[in-house]
């Protein structure tokens, strides 16, 4: 499935300029929740519903799943009098608009370059963040456990006053209840080459540059590592991504695309083979700024697809999300 379940608005948080604009129009408080409803699905072996629970074999992307969803999510932020720090608690402005929506405690200091600095942490929860003990197990129930992810990420947007943008971030993932494997294998050597525990580096370079009155684009080139305790689950990761920034009056459309590849390191010993894989996705946001002329309402629709097709049919995937909802401004 998709993992992040939002529809902050892309207009809200995103300015239809490159000239760098002020981290706010002014100093203080301020406060945005973003209620919404949509719809989701897709198939994927890890997706832990209770449809997916018993399997009669490992060559196949398990069942197809599709639930209604109804979900708040929120930012606080304060800034100092200089309006050029910034404090922030929540969703972040530039994460949502490429589909990315975990909760982080960050600041952002613009420089008189209008270069801009974010530093930002998010915690190890294992909120919405569940898996399989053993993923391999055939013929009977399988058993769910908790996964936790934390870690933060640095950013250097506009550096000394041009498009170009640099982003580094680090995050640890564990498995409360880690059994992978020990339904098929006995080597102790091949069921810890199965381990999941894993350190995940990412570095992204991407640039902005318009194309025409209120259009924009915005490519994007990232390299991502996992260094998992099993080798069989490390791999090395390269993703393109392009994003087209629409703006027209009170309306704005975002519009992320991308396609990957994934290397694995070893070969995973119950299917024989690597797993290596290529990806794709859409993801796009349209809002629309007081609705009814109700002044600090946005009115929000989201739409969503990705798909992974491995060399091993077990890791096949598929998922997409819509939803739509309403942002309050206080």
Sequence with gaps: ?????????????????IVAQPLSKEAGWEFSLSV??????????????????????????GQ??????AF?????QYTLDSLKTQFFLGNSREQVSTAQFQYELGVVHQFNNDSKLTFAVFPKL?????????????????QTTDEKVGGGRIAVERIFGSPL????????SCIDDERSGQSQLTDAAEIASLQRDSLYQRVDIETLFPVAKGILLKPNFQY?????????????QYTAQLSVLIFRDRHSLITTINVGSRQYQEINPIFNDKQD????????????????????????????YSEEKSDINFYDSKSFIVSTGLLYKF
């Design 277 to 304: 894989l290529k990806s794709a996705g859409i993801f796009s946001i349209y809002s629309y700024k007081s609705p009814f002329d109700w002044a600090r309402w946005t009115w929000t629709l989201m739409g969503g």
């Design 72 to 76: 708040p999510l929120g930012r606080v």
């Design 126 to 142: 294992s909120i919405l963040n569940e898996t399989w003990e053993d993923p391999f197990l055939v013929g009977s129930d399988r």
């Design 36 to 61: 919404n409803v949509g719809y989701s699905g897709g198939e994927s072996q890890f997706d832990t519903d209770s449809d997916n629970e018993t399997i009669n074999d490992l060559n196949n992307s």
């Design 64 to 69: 197809s799943e599709y639930s209604a969803l």
């Design 1 to 17: 499935m998709l993992k992040g379940i939002s529809c902050f608005t892309a207009g809200v948080f995103m300015s239809c300029s």
């Design 224 to 236: 991502t590592h996992r260094n998992a305790e099993g080798n069989a689950n490390s791999y090395d």
């Design 165 to 172: 943008t640099l982003k580094y971030a680090i995050a640890s």
